[in-house]
């Protein structure tokens, strides 16, 4: 299959977690709004992804955006992650299930390729596993067949990308974990992708961290660029090379979200936003 054409990773991912029937109508706001990355993933439990489908076609119907304009991820959830919605047989063997959950995503998104596939997390807290292996493989078949155009894995320790990286030749392309401040905002791991140059996309960048959110140095340095901490924080994360993802609901935060992307921060501010809880 010849390759797809490059589409840019964007700036800023539209996350559509824990959004239910609300997932079409913010989806299509969200596009609407400029986003022009969105993340799922084919787990019922959490996302509702025949919804993102349904705000993408309403998209693409008002013109705004056609596909090649959108960079979609989504991903293979195991088992033990989903509830009883599986979107692949739990007999089948891991490669066939890693098939029947891309084939159903494919379907849901209503396109014939996704831009990123990720593992949601490894099958353990502690390793990379055989299943680990076998999935990402698989993961690798779907990608060669051009049914995804990138890949990444997601939750996973230092230790575990470096377990990948000596079992497989080929890296992900995309790491994507939940950023807390306190731990250097994932410092260890955000190094080992700097040095790989694999790009680190983080979330709960507000939720996971709401004291930093209301700290004094947060607040003068919001003041003092005239903008929100919740800007201060997205910026602080592209200055040091988190393409950051926002799961907001509600249109006034995606229009500042979005209008923050604007917003460039001193240097030394950004050094002290970075060890300012770990
Ligand atoms: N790989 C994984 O396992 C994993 C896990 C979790 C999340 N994710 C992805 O990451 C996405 C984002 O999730 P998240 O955990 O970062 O948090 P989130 O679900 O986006 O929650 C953000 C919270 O902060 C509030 N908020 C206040 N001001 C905001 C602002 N200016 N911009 C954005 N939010 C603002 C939001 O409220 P309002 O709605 O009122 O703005 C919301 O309650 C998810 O939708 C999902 O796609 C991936």
């Not at 961290?209 to 660029?225: E, F, M, Q």
Request: with cysteine; aromatic share 8%.
């Amino acid at each position: 299959m010849p390759p797809r054409p490059p589409s840019p990773v964007p700036d800023f991912l539209y996350g559509t977690a824990w959004k239910e029937d609300r997932t079409a109508a913010l989806v299509e706001l969200a596009v609407r709004g400029g986003f022009r990355g969105i993340d799922t993933a084919n787990q019922r439990r959490h996302y509702f992804e025949e919804g993102v489908g349904e705000g993408l076609a309403a998209a693409y119907r008002t013109g705004v955006v056609s596909r090649h304009d959108l960079f979609l991820q989504t991903k293979f959830t195991y088992e033990r992650g989903q509830d009883h919605r599986l979107p692949y047989d739990p007999a089948a063997a891991l490669s066939v299930q890693v098939a029947q959950s891309m084939a159903s995503s494919l379907d849901l998104l209503g396109t014939d390729y996704v831009d990123s596939y990720l593992l949601h997390g490894p099958a353990s807290n502690h390793d990379w596993t055989d299943d680990d292996a076998q999935v990402w493989e698989a993961m690798r078949r779907e990608r060669d067949a051009g049914r995804t155009r990138l890949l990444g894995v997601s939750n996973i320790s230092l230790g575990q990308l470096q377990e990948l990286a000596s079992v497989h030749t080929e890296l992900p392309a995309f790491v994507q974990n939940r950023c807390y401040a306190r731990l250097g905002w994932d410092r260890e791991v955000r190094q080992f992708c700097r040095e790989r140059n694999l790009i680190y996309q983080g979330f709960s960048l507000l939720t996971a961290n709401k004291g930093v959110l209301r700290d004094p140095l947060i607040a003068s340095i919001a003041a003092s660029a005239n903008a929100t901490p919740a800007q201060v924080v997205f910026s602080f994360a592209r200055a040091v090379g988190i393409l950051p993802l926002t799961g907001t609901s509600d249109a006034a935060h995606m229009r500042a979200d979005l209008d923050g992307r604007d917003l460039a921060l001193p240097p030394e501010a950004v050094d002290e936003i970075e060890s300012l809880a770990g």
